[in-house]
């Protein structure tokens, strides 16, 4: 079975130090990944999708994430926080069958210190 | 563009009483999920439909039904609330079923029971 661990499930970092969240998936084929973000109150939107054309994904609001097959890794950094990344992260994986099965991780939440 | 809208956004119900959550998207997606939020466990799928016209279990369903009203709409009931039902609800959908979509979500309903 197919599952998405994330490792600490708060994370606080300075207002402008780096940000680092850590996803590990489980599966004998790799799947698809992504990164949701939830700000309060809100639903969960896009940050960024891994789908096998390059191992360095680019997202929005300076983020990015790299697939490393060799570690089973997603791993979501920013090199400099801002007071507005303060929100929960989520990773998740999804595979086919016979609907787009997503797994997501059991989220992140990130706590900006000014 | 509204993209996925549910309502309502706060409900609160007590033990026994029935509910339903409403679902709609303007992205013409065909397929529409309902997810359950709780702290800790990430989000579990509760129902999905594939395309109009069809439903199916997702890893939750005990305690909801759901309906594909038509291609927009995806409404999902409580029949007798429990406790245990005390949640964030999100709606949400993509296009198809292919492992890349993007799936995009609502704003959330948080619903207690009492």
């Known amino acids: 079975a197919q599952s998405v661990t994330q490792l600490g499930s708060h994370v606080s970092v300075s207002e402008g130090a780096l940000v680092l969240l850590r996803c590990n998936y489980s599966s004998s084929v790799p799947p698809y990944l992504f990164w949701y973000v939830q700000y309060p109150n809100q639903g969960l939107q896009l940050l960024l999708k891994?789908?096998?054309?390059?191992?360095l994904v680019k997202g929005i609001n300076g983020f990015e994430a790299e697939f490393k097959k060799s570690e089973t890794s997603f791993h979501l950094t920013k090199p400099s926080a801002h007071m507005s990344d303060a929100a929960e992260y989520f990773c998740a994986a999804s595979r086919s069958g016979g609907y787009q099965k997503v797994t997501f991780g059991i989220g992140t939440k990130l706590q900006v210190i000014p | 563009n509204a993209g996925v809208t549910q309502t309502p956004k706060f409900q609160v119900l007590k033990t026994g009483q029935s509910m339903t959550l409403q679902c709609a998207q303007d992205m013409n997606h065909n397929s529409m999920y309902w997810y359950q939020q709780d702290p800790g466990m990430g989000l579990r799928l509760i129902y999905y439909s594939a395309s109009e016209g069809t439903t199916d279990k997702g890893e939750v369903p005990n305690g909801y039904n759901v309906s594909r009203l038509n291609k927009r709409e995806f409404s999902l009931r409580l029949e007798s609330a429990a406790p245990s039902q005390t949640s964030v609800y999100f709606c949400?959908?993509?296009?198809?079923?292919?492992?890349?979509?993007?799936?995009?979500f609502g704003e959330g309903s948080w619903l207690t029971v009492v």
């Open positions: 891994y789908t096998s054309a390059a191992t």
């Open positions: 949400a959908s993509s296009d198809g079923q292919g492992v890349r979509n993007t799936i995009y």
